[in-house]
């Protein structure tokens, strides 16, 4: 068993055949598949922050015309829209960060690389949700899958973006509902505890 514990009392616990995240006297439980993680309030004010400010850089730089071209290239971006999203995607790489005791760097700038040197995180919002790597992205990196939101995620696994780009089978739309991404399957993921840094 190995317990890490920050500022403010919230635990990450890790055991043998259950992982257990506590904080403020409440216990949830997930499987061997997955570690779950309560983000503290100052840890989703900072998130939030760096949302916002993504999307703030994406106002100035395509103005007015932001959703329509989101809209164009990737579909959709759900009933949260873009704000909600970025918000979001920041805190699931400041739950990765946490768990792998490393800094979120993906704070820094748009290019900056997630986690850590090569860890970038892709989160969703519900358990079904597949990530999704795009054409574009890195090669030679390890990319992290986490679902939930308002500060409380389930850490379901990563794989290498190398391995995802030779799998031409998982390329698609899904039917035309999304962005042509490579759609990786759950029993893909490797578990997070196989992470090295």
């Not at 939030?48 to 103005?63: D, F, M, P, S, T």
């Not at 030679?140 to 679902?147: A, E, K, Q």
């Not at 030779?166 to 993921?189: F, I, K, M």
Request: aromatic share 8%; charged share 20%; glycine share 10%.
């Amino acid at each position: 068993m190995q317990q890490k514990n920050s500022v403010n009392g919230s635990k990450i616990v890790y055991l043998d055949t259950n992982m257990v995240s506590q904080s403020s006297g409440t216990q949830r439980s997930t499987s061997i598949d997955g570690i779950e993680v309560k983000l503290s309030s100052a840890e989703i004010q900072v998130g939030a922050l760096v949302g916002i400010q993504r999307q703030i850089r994406e106002v100035q730089k395509n103005g007015t015309f932001m959703l329509e071209k989101y809209i164009s290239k990737n579909h959709d971006p759900g009933k949260h829209g873009l704000w909600g999203n970025s918000i979001e995607g920041a805190l699931g790489e400041i739950a990765v960060a946490k768990v792998l005791n490393q800094y979120p760097s993906g704070m820094e700038s748009h290019w900056a690389t997630d986690v850590g040197e090569d860890i970038e995180v892709r989160t969703r919002k519900k358990p079904d949700h597949q990530m999704f790597l795009k054409t574009t992205d890195k090669p030679g990196f390890r990319y992290v899958s986490v679902i939930g939101s308002f500060g409380l995620y389930l850490i379901k696994g990563w794989i290498e973006s190398d391995f995802v780009f030779q799998q031409p089978e998982w390329l698609h739309d899904n039917n035309g509902t999304t962005s042509r991404s490579y759609w990786v399957p759950d029993d893909a993921l490797k578990p997070i505890s196989e992470l090295s840094l």
